[in-house]
């Protein structure tokens, strides 16, 4: 509190596996002035079974099943160590946070390894008890997206790392679709989480719009994340329903103007 919101450039998968999309992507990142860039850090191995269906949103983006399996297109997203060190330090020569998504323990003690200051959590992950305690015990600040949780499954989520003596961190109100409906974000869950759980709030948008993310800092929202993408007729799962470079920068604008507009609760 106190600070303007902490904006994060969600990058994801958008990379496509190359290292020349990844630093584009960061290119865009950092003219768009944003506090950080994430990205996602997995083996397939410790997500997926082989044989395991493509969700709706892929097979729409990606083709059916019968032309890869959900496992397959999992492999082609991966980020090696060396691609890590690499991005990571073409963030520090742009002036931008480099964080990820460590989808399994092996992906956060990699992280861990290469000084990564934040973990940023997927929804998936809110009810993987073990796994939170695992990541808490780091001691480092966590950024959980809640898309998909019951209220009992975030309070779970709370209370666990705090067992481990971790108060550093964001919930983010999320909506699991891709692309959601406006009519489906409930930012005014921010404000329930942030009196009943006693803790900063965010917000994580898969809209295709700027309203909600704007709203949200009106609504006392302490981080924005938001999806974007080079071209959105690009290859992939989550390029059409990023937000292409201009759609990004503009909305970064907003935010800043918004903080701007907002100013003091004191009458003058």
């Known amino acids: ?13 958008n990379h496509n596996g190359s290292v020349k999309l990844g630093k584009q992507l960061i290119d865009v990142a950092v003219d768009a002035g944003v506090d950080a860039i994430k990205f996602q850090t997995f083996k397939a191995e410790e997500l997926n079974t082989e044989t395991a269906p493509k969700s709706s949103y892929h097979v729409e983006t990606t083709g059916s099943d019968e032309n890869q399996t959900w496992f397959q297109l999992l492999k082609t997203q991966e980020i090696s160590y060396e691609m890590h060190v690499e991005l990571i330090e073409y963030c520090q020569k742009g002036g931008i ?12 003690d990699l992280l861990e390894k290469l000084n990564i200051p934040v973990f940023k959590i997927a929804s998936t992950d809110n009810n993987n008890i073990p796994f939170l305690r695992y990541l808490a015990k780091k001691g480092r600040p966590l950024i959980v ?7 009992e499954e975030v309070e779970s989520v709370v209370t666990t790392l705090r067992q481990e003596q971790l108060e550093e961190f964001v919930i983010l109100q999320c909506t699991g679709n891709y692309p959601s409906k406006l009519e489906d974000s409930h930012l005014r869950v921010m404000q329930t989480y942030r ?21 949200s800092i009106a609504l006392g929202a302490k981080v924005i994340e938001k999806h974007f993408t080079l071209d959105k007729s690009l290859p992939g799962p989550d390029h059409t329903s990023s937000s292409d470079p201009d759609e990004f920068f503009n909305l970064v604008q907003k935010i800043r103007k918004t903080e701007i507009v907002l100013g003091s609760n004191t009458k003058e």
């Open 97 to 108: 946070l480099f964080l990820s998504t460590p989808y399994g323990e092996n992906s956060a």
């Open 195 to 215: 009196s009943q759980l006693k803790c900063l709030v965010g917000y994580s948008d898969h809209t295709q719009d700027d309203t909600a993310c704007i709203a």
């Open 145 to 151: 997206s809640t898309a998909m949780a019951t209220m």
């Open 1 to 13: 509190d106190g600070h303007p919101a902490f904006f994060i450039a969600e990058a994801g998968v």
